[in-house]
């Protein structure tokens, strides 16, 4: 476009100057050389320019914002950064800077210890001293300040006094210790001296005593081999007597399917029950001192014993799984049950009871009809709960005078 203007421009000038020439013939203004020399010179400008080597224009870039409804990514030149590098004697000042950090630390650490092991020594406590001193030793060969080092071999040499005056106290106490021990042993030995005269006195006296007593101590024991004997035979008696129409309480345990009757205990109690030869009641083994380990029957229930006149009965039950059982089971205790003959039912004195005999409601008799009171279905049922109209009736009992034999208890010696 620059350039037809300018061939328009030249054309335009020689028609307003046609008539000048130069001397030499030529025309100045003649658009033709004009022109030919501005072709050659593009011609030169153009072969120029091809062989200019174009420069890599990748390294940037232009966006160009428009409205479009997707954005496009830009890229953002970042230029490098080169690090610089570290010289020798920047090197040296850092490591020395470290040096000096890493000292100061271990001097701080140092002094710690050193008031710590100072505070040790005026309380007098070696032990703690030591360890502190153990620790400082590990430390102080490290250290470089001359007056830390001062002030650790002070304490040291504290230390080291500390551990002469604590031995020399160990040693006066020792000795203190010793003479406190002989004269008590001397004055132990004047008094068992003493003593033994005064015994072997006293020993005198109790024989002349003794002697005067024996007869009576021999006639006391024969009384009471006598009353044991007797007691003896009148539980044999109470176990061995049966009721006059025995034959007819058979006839209604027979009848119902009645082969056995129960007792429950803790385990722990057979080894007694072997000993003394058989059950007791609660109230024969209080009167006469046999102990019981576990014993079943709480205040209340020996109170309504004594409210009922059963205080001195052994009590059995028809039933094998007996509820108070369950619930002392239940509470953690070993229990067994006792299968014993139902002979016993049969003796003199047992009495019948138609549910628990501790509970208000209940009647209780040693007659024929009192057994005949007993819902046999009821006791023989398994597993009767609370709410059954069985529950009471399951638990009907037997009450033996004083005493049941162990010849009468089938499992004693399996338990």
Same mark, same amino acid.
């Given at each position: 476009?620059?350039?037809?203007?300018?061939?328009?421009?030249?054309?335009?000038?020689?028609?307003?100057?046609?008539?000048?020439?130069?001397?030499?013939?030529?025309?100045?203004?003649?658009?033709?050389?004009?022109?030919?020399?501005?072709?050659?010179?593009?011609?030169?400008?153009?072969?120029? /320019?091809?062989?200019?080597? !174009?420069? #890599?224009?990748?390294?940037?870039? %232009?966006?160009? $914002? =428009? @409205?479009?409804?997707?954005? +496009?990514?830009?890229?953002?030149?970042?230029?490098?950064?080169?690090?610089?590098?570290?010289?020798?004697?920047?090197?040296?000042?850092?490591?020395?800077?470290?040096?000096?950090?890493?000292?100061?630390?271990?001097?701080?650490?140092?002094?710690?210890?050193?008031?710590?092991?100072?505070?040790?020594?005026?309380?007098?406590?070696?032990?703690?001293?030591?360890?502190?001193?153990?620790?400082?030793?590990?430390?102080?060969?490290?250290?470089?300040?001359?007056?830390?080092?001062?002030?650790?071999?002070?304490?040291?040499? /504290?230390?080291?006094?500390? !551990?002469? #005056?604590?031995?020399?106290?160990? %040693?006066?106490? $020792? =000795? @203190?210790?010793?003479?406190? +021990?002989?004269?008590?042993?001397?004055?132990?030995?004047?008094?068992?001296?003493?003593?033994?005269?005064?015994?072997?006195?006293?020993?005198?006296?109790?024989?002349?005593?003794?002697?005067?007593?024996?007869?009576?101590?021999?006639?006391?024991?024969?009384?009471?081999?006598?009353?044991?004997?007797?007691?003896?035979?009148?539980?044999?008696?109470?176990?061995?007597?049966?009721?006059?129409?025995?034959?007819?309480?058979?006839?209604?345990?027979?009848?119902?399917?009645?082969?056995?009757?129960?007792?429950?205990?803790?385990?722990?109690?057979?080894?007694?029950?072997?000993?003394?030869?058989?059950?007791?009641?609660?109230?024969?083994?209080?009167?006469?001192?046999?102990?019981?380990?576990?014993?079943?029957?709480?205040?209340?229930?020996?109170?309504?014993?004594?409210?009922?006149?059963?205080?001195?009965?052994?009590?059995?039950?028809?039933?094998?799984?007996?509820?108070?059982?369950?619930?002392?089971?239940?509470?953690?205790?070993?229990?067994?049950?006792?299968?014993?003959?139902?002979?016993?039912?049969?003796?003199?004195?047992?009495?019948?009871?138609?549910?628990?005999?501790?509970?208000?409601?209940?009647?209780?008799?040693?007659?024929?009809?009192?057994?005949?009171?007993?819902?046999?279905?009821?006791?023989?049922?398994?597993?009767?709960?609370?709410?059954?109209?069985?529950?009471?009736?399951?638990?009907?009992?037997?009450?033996?005078?004083?005493?049941?034999?162990?010849?009468?208890?089938?499992?004693?010696?399996?338990?």
């Amino acid at each position: 476009m620059l350039f037809t203007w300018l061939k328009k421009y030249l054309v335009d000038t020689f028609r307003n100057s046609s008539s000048s020439t130069k001397n030499d013939g030529t025309n100045p203004y003649d658009p033709s050389s004009s022109i030919n020399k501005l072709e050659e010179k593009k011609k030169i400008a153009q072969k120029e /320019k091809d062989n200019i080597k !174009q420069s #890599d224009y990748t390294w940037f870039s %232009l966006e160009i $914002l =428009t @409205k479009s409804k997707e954005s +496009k990514n830009i890229q953002v030149y970042t230029p490098r950064i080169i690090e610089e590098i570290p010289t020798l004697q920047f090197l040296k000042t850092k490591r020395l800077d470290n040096e000096a950090y890493e000292q100061q630390k271990l001097e701080d650490s140092v002094k710690v210890l050193l008031d710590k092991l100072g505070v040790y020594l005026s309380c007098k406590n070696e032990i703690d001293a030591k360890r502190t001193l153990q620790e400082l030793t590990n430390n102080i060969v490290r250290v470089k300040k001359l007056s830390i080092k001062e002030r650790y071999e002070t304490l040291q040499k /504290k230390y080291l006094k500390l !551990q002469n #005056d604590l031995e020399q106290e160990r %040693l006066i106490k $020792l =000795t @203190k210790e010793r003479t406190r +021990k002989e004269k008590e042993e001397h004055k132990n030995k004047e008094k068992e001296e003493n003593e033994k005269i005064k015994h072997e006195k006293q020993i005198a006296k109790e024989l002349k005593r003794k002697e005067l007593n024996v007869n009576l101590l021999i006639e006391e024991a024969r009384k009471e081999e006598r009353a044991e004997q007797t007691e003896k035979a009148r539980l044999e008696d109470l176990s061995t007597n049966r009721k006059e129409n025995w034959a007819d309480f058979k006839q209604v345990l027979d009848e119902n399917g009645i082969q056995y009757l129960y007792h429950f205990t803790d385990r722990l109690n057979i080894p007694s029950i072997k000993s003394h030869g058989g059950l007791f009641s609660w109230d024969y083994c209080k009167k006469n001192k046999i102990t019981i380990p576990y014993q079943g029957g709480d205040y209340n229930s020996q109170e309504l014993d004594k409210k009922y006149g059963l205080e001195d009965y052994v009590r059995l039950s028809f039933c094998y799984d007996h509820p108070m059982a369950f619930r002392l089971r239940q509470s953690g205790r070993d229990i067994v049950r006792l299968k014993i003959k139902v002979d016993v039912a049969l003796l003199k004195d047992t009495l019948f009871s138609d549910i628990n005999a501790a509970d208000k409601r209940h009647t209780h008799g040693g007659k024929l009809e009192d057994l005949k009171k007993v819902n046999f279905e009821a006791t023989q049922r398994k597993y009767v709960c609370k709410d059954d109209i069985d529950f009471k009736p399951h638990q009907a009992e037997v009450m033996v005078k004083t005493f049941v034999s162990k010849k009468y208890i089938v499992n004693l010696d399996s338990i």
